[in-house]
């Protein structure tokens, strides 16, 4: 004998996964977006550190990049 379930309880059972789907992407955003701020907040690097770090720049004669202190 098959299992029929009625239209309602379907529909029902629809709107329930789509409420519970809702809910979970809207947590989840929150938290991700939290995340983001709490590192947006912190710096990145000591400035004394980054003054330390080789960087590249771009020689004026022969148009070729190079790190420097």
Do not use: C, H
């Not at 629809?14 to 947006?40: D, H, Q």
């Amino acid at each position: 004998m098959p299992f029929v379930i009625p239209p309602l309880v379907k529909m029902a059972l629809a709107a329930f996964g789509g409420v519970a789907a809702a809910y979970w992407t809207v947590r989840e955003m929150r938290r991700v977006n939290e995340e983001l701020e709490r590192v947006k907040a912190q710096p990145a690097m000591d400035p004394a550190t980054r003054r330390s770090l080789p960087t590249l720049r771009r020689d004026p004669r022969t148009n070729e990049w190079r790190v420097t202190q």
